[in-house]
């Protein structure tokens, strides 16, 4: 994926796909769910895939709302490993049984992260330890992917230490674990409380336990500071909406907002060297790990008014 990505800017490294918004949990938090919508058909995500790999993704992460409640996860995930892309999902993991891990494996499923906001459930979040422990007894024992266990600090989650025994049980059981801030409605940073950030480093010293490395990126955040980066999304990272539409990411949706079956490399170009206002002040990890591989390279000399009129996409207020 590296190699590829430091050959050629002009495809996606990631992109996250959404196959149904619909969601069987309602957190708080959460700005990226509703509990009514239709999956998007079999043959429209095929063709989604399809277009995502003539663009030369690397890797496809499924989302949603929650994939599992689409019908036909595992073929979506076929689809994308045919294509020989990486395929990985985000789920809240409710839905798993060992029948679903096992069908997820002969899919070719390779990497899933689940994210648990504490140890009881709560009004803010139901992704607790004591609910989800026994799906992740089951993933331990049946999966054949990796397995990645965020816990996270901030938003509303009342007691930020429960991040710690997250992810302590995610090691003790084969996993790793990684630690989120998370944003507010708008995707923007709030500084940590000292409560928060102590529990921020506690977790940082989990080491080589850690998959995802936490680098200045989140140690920022944690303090409330900004970032000086050049944001990629709509290049280098790709968030697919339900409606087949690009979007820069979750937290940005509506920009380009052009259909996934016409973009082009030229968008790609086109975004590739456009500065995001929102960047500084991002918390989308995801987002930023992906830019990460260009950080040395290419300053960006087009702001998103610009790119947007050059493009003749509807005008940026």
């Known amino acids: 994926m590296i190699a590829k990505g430091l050959a050629s800017t002009s495809h996606p490294v990631l992109a996250h796909i959404i196959p149904t918004r619909r969601c069987n949990l309602s957190c708080a938090y959460c700005n990226e769910y509703d509990d009514y919508s239709k999956p998007v058909s079999t043959h429209t995500m095929f063709e989604r895939v399809d277009a995502l790999a003539k663009l030369g993704t690397t890797v496809i992460t499924i989302s949603g709302g929650e994939p599992l409640l689409h019908p036909d996860l595992d073929r979506i995930i076929q689809r994308a490993r045919h294509h020989g892309m990486i395929a990985g999902m985000i789920t809240n993991g409710y839905l798993l049984t060992a029948e679903r891990i096992r069908g997820l494996n002969n899919a070719g499923l390779d990497h899933m992260q689940i994210s648990i906001d504490n140890v009881m459930p709560d009004d803010v979040s139901k992704k607790s330890l004591k609910v989800l422990d026994k799906k992740l007894q089951l993933l331990a024992e049946h999966a054949e992917f990796h397995v990645n266990i965020n816990s996270v600090v901030g938003g509303g989650i009342r007691n930020p230490h429960d991040a710690v025994t997250v992810g302590k049980r995610a090691v003790e059981l084969g996993f790793t674990s990684t630690v989120g801030i998370i944003h507010d ?133």
């Open 185 to 317: 409605g708008g995707g923007q940073l709030q500084p940590l409380k000292p409560e928060e950030r102590e529990v921020y480093a506690q977790m940082k010293t989990m080491g080589n336990a850690s998959y995802a490395q936490i680098t200045y990126f989140q140690d920022n955040i944690a303090l409330g500071k900004t970032n000086e980066w050049r944001c990629r999304a709509g290049a280098r990272y790709l968030y697919i909406c339900e409606d087949g539409l690009v979007h820069y990411c979750s937290q940005q949706r509506g920009y380009p907002g052009k259909p996934l079956s016409e973009y082009t490399v030229e968008d790609i170009r086109r975004e590739y060297l456009t500065a995001k206002s929102c960047a500084p002040r991002c918390t989308v990890a995801c987002v930023h790990q992906t830019s990460y591989v260009d950080f040395w390279r290419d300053p960006q000399t087009l702001n998103a008014r610009a790119g947007a009129e050059a493009a003749g996409l509807v005008r940026i207020k």
